[in-house]
Every structure is written in C-alpha cells, then in structure tokens.
C-alpha cells in the first residue's frame, strides 16, 4: 500500500526557516508530479508549491515564491520543501501529494495519473 510521509514539522518564531520532507513507500516520487498543500483552521486547503515528474521544474504559489524552495532528493526517494523567512500566516498543516490532477491546477507541474496519494500531514506553527 503505497503511504506518503510528511515530517520536518514544528514551531518556530517569525523569520525563521523549516524544512518538510515527503517521503514515500512503494511509490518512487521521482516519477511522479508531487505537490505540497496546507490548509490553516477554518480555511480552506491552498496549493503551496509543486514539482512535475523527472526533472520538472517548480512552481509556487504567490504567497511563498521567493520564501520557499522544493526539491527532489532522489537518493532518498524524497521530496523536500524548503521554508524560509517564515510568517505567521505560514502557520497550517502541510501535505504533500501525488495527486496530478489537483497538482496541475497549481501550475505546470505534470505527471502520470492514477497516483492519487496523500499524505496525514505535519504541522507547521510560526508564532513569537
């Protein structure tokens, strides 16, 4: 059964950085789109970044572009998301997924369908 894993989690204060890890079994995320979302309480889920299939290229939402970096880690069958002067607004659960079609409605980040995983999420706090 193939589960995606989110880890990397936490609280920290405004300005500082996290980074979140997918990582997946059964499944070789290299071969695949893969996507981070989060969704804070009482809002709805929002695309935060997402990588296409081999050597895609990233795209990010407009909330995160020059905050946040993805990245493939294909010796370790991961996916990273880089976070880094982070605000308070920033404050949700983050997901990752493989899920292509939602993924594509981010941004051209495109790959094979029929992978349809989420992951249970992992949270991120950013408060002083």
């Known amino acids: 059964q193939v589960q995606l894993v989110e880890s990397g989690g936490g609280l920290v204060q405004p300005g500082e950085s996290l980074r979140l890890s997918c990582t997946a079994s059964?499944?070789?995320?290299?071969?695949?789109?893969v996507g981070w979302f989060r969704q804070a309480p009482g809002k709805e889920r929002e695309a935060v970044a997402c990588i296409g299939d081999g050597d895609g290229s990233p795209n990010y939402s407009e909330s995160v572009k020059g905050r946040f970096t993805i990245s493939r880690d294909t010796s370790k069958n991961m996916v990273h998301l880089q976070m880094d002067s982070l605000k308070p607004e920033d404050t949700a659960i983050y997901y990752c997924?493989?899920?292509?079609?939602?993924?594509?409605?981010?941004?051209?980040?495109?790959?094979?369908?029929?992978?349809?995983?989420w992951g249970k999420g992992t949270l991120v706090a950013v408060s002083s």
């Open positions: 997924s493989t899920d292509a079609l939602t993924i594509a409605k981010m941004g051209p980040c495109f790959g094979p369908m029929g992978n349809d995983y």
């Open positions: 059964l499944l070789t995320l290299y071969r695949v789109a």
